[in-house]
């Protein structure tokens, strides 16, 4: 696998790539960073990841600081795993000046996790347009346990006309259900036992949908018995899949999402129904 820290010489070494796929993550890499890797390897002859941890998407208060970096584990991963060529630039190859210019998204960016997280989709949506005109992908893979920012990174490329496709990467789970994601390293023993609490009422609320229930009730439910056994509740809700709008009664596609603190741990969730 080759390492690349700048813009200049990561362009120059794929200006020869005829199809590459792109997997952009701020590292800590478990077994669902892998899956995207290996969904871009079914794509494309050249399969290229990012590391880099994006001040621009934290707010004030959250763990830029305290975000696990563990680079030599990640490459070792990579390498392992078959991927060509990892872009691992430091900030100021990114950001050589303040990025004064920022991507305004649509006004479901403020909703769900955007109303507990002011500017995160906005951070998150610039770096990643960034990478995209650095990497000039033709695939890009992104995991379905973002929902939200699977939704928006596909309605940016959309509407901005780039030319990509986004491919989704189904959630990765541990044996209990609880989705893999960096961040559940910060969990305590007891809390990791806990843990899988949202993935269950995440298929309590599905089956109750499926069972024609009402949806109102099933959230309330679910967040009711989560504040019940200690988790600090951001939302619980039921929403359109393709739009992420709420919806008054059944569509086609219907998606619950729902994002708690457990402890000093965020956790985010969702299941399609």
Not at 48 to 62: K, Y
Not at 142 to 164: C, E, I, R, T
Not at 185 to 206: G, I, Q, S, V
Not at 223 to 247: C, H, M, N, P, T
Request: with cysteine; glycine share 6%; proline share 4%.
């Amino acid at each position: 696998m080759e390492i690349f820290e700048s813009v200049s010489s990561l362009r120059k070494r794929l200006s020869g790539e005829i199809e590459t796929a792109f997997v952009p993550t701020m590292g800590n890499l478990h077994e669902g960073h892998l899956e995207l890797t290996r969904i871009g390897r079914r794509q494309a002859k050249c399969v290229v990841s990012s590391i880099f941890v994006n001040r621009l998407q934290f707010g004030a208060g959250e763990d830029f600081d305290r975000y696990p970096r563990t680079f030599q584990e990640d490459c070792e991963k990579l390498e392992k795993d078959g991927v060509d060529i990892l872009f691992a630039p430091q900030e100021s190859e990114l950001y050589p000046v303040p990025q004064e210019v920022r991507i305004a998204l649509p006004e479901i960016a403020n909703e769900l996790c955007g109303a507990h997280r002011p500017g995160h989709f906005e951070g998150m949506a610039t770096i990643v347009l960034k990478l995209f005109n650095i990497v000039r992908p033709d695939f890009a893979v992104f995991g379905k346990k973002d929902y939200q920012q699977l939704h928006l990174v596909s309605k940016m490329v959309a509407q901005l006309n780039l030319p990509l496709s986004i491919l989704a990467g189904e959630t990765v789970r541990e044996n209990d259900g609880l989705a893999m994601s960096s961040r559940n390293r910060y969990l305590t023993e007891e809390e990791r036992r806990e843990a899988p609490r949202l993935h269950f009422n995440l298929k309590e609320a599905r089956e109750a949908l499926l069972a024609g229930k009402e949806q109102a009730s099933i959230a309330l439910k679910a967040r009711q018995d989560l504040e019940g056994r200690g988790w600090k509740v951001d939302y619980f809700e039921i929403r359109d899949a393709e739009s992420l709008k709420r919806v008054g009664e059944r569509t086609a596609r219907l998606v619950v999402l729902g994002a708690a603190r457990l402890g000093k741990t965020r956790l985010i969730d969702n299941l399609e129904v």
